[in-house]
T-cell receptor, first 109, second 116 residues
């Protein structure tokens, strides 16, 4: 089983839709979790950290389920500008970030 | 000026060439990283330097040779590469690789490498 798995998509949604991505991980020793966003032909940028209690940043909500070993990202009221690839990342003690392949989102008008 | 700058942005090289990728960060960070991004594969960690010392080498073939002369500069020396090494090579920096509380890596725009 891969360390970090994501559904690559693409997810094609209309503007205003709500869309959710999941990311599963295999190593229960993983301690910290993040979502990164990568626009086409650009570098990844941190979108948000993921906390056990769940956290929200505007239209974006991230959640962590340690028991089932997955994290999720919910985007409400999708905008055209949300079109990008969303990478989940995790960190174990003393190691650098490990990334998933990414989930591609395409929002259309 | 962007926080992390990579040069060249594009590089085409033959399998017998020797070339180098350069990365410079202007953020005052302590750690620098090389990641490889290939199509349909996740970002692969290659090397980590913390305070100029290599702290991770993720089983990278010896044809890739990193160099970190100071906390602001990182190089990736390339020698006798294979066509399957063609990819986007991303440099990143962070304040502290063991800082679990932000997990924020700042990436450069990458060097797109094509090996013929």
């Amino acid at each position: 089983r891969k360390e970090v798995e994501q559904d690559p998509g693409p997810f094609n949604v209309p503007e205003g839709a709500t869309v959710a991505f999941n990311c599963t991980y295999s190593n229960s020793a993983s301690q910290s979790f993040f979502w990164y966003r990568q626009d086409c032909r650009k570098e990844p940028k941190l979108l948000m950290s993921v906390y056990s209690s769940g956290n929200e940043d505007g239209r974006f909500t991230a959640q962590l389920n340690r028991a089932s070993q997955y994290i999720s990202l919910l985007i409400r009221d999708s905008k055209l500008s949300d079109s990008a690839t969303y990478l989940c990342a995790l960190q174990k003690a003393g190691t650098a970030l490990i990334f998933g392949k990414g989930t591609t989102l395409s929002v259309s008008s | 000026e962007t926080g992390v700058t990579q040069t060249p942005r594009h590089l085409v090289m033959g399998m017998t060439n020797k070339k180098s990728l350069k990365c410079e960060q202007h953020l005052g960070h302590n750690a620098m990283y090389w990641y490889k991004q290939s199509a349909k594969k996740p970002l692969e960690l290659m090397f980590v330097y913390n305070f100029k010392e290599q702290t991770e080498n993720n089983s990278v073939p010896s044809r890739f040779s990193p160099e970190c002369p100071n906390s602001s500069h990182l190089f990736l020396h390339l020698h006798t590469l294979q066509p399957e090494d063609s990819a986007l090579y991303l440099c990143a920096s962070s304040q502290d690789p063991r800082d679990y509380y932000t997990g924020e890596l700042f990436f450069g725009e990458g060097s797109r490498l094509t090996v013929l």
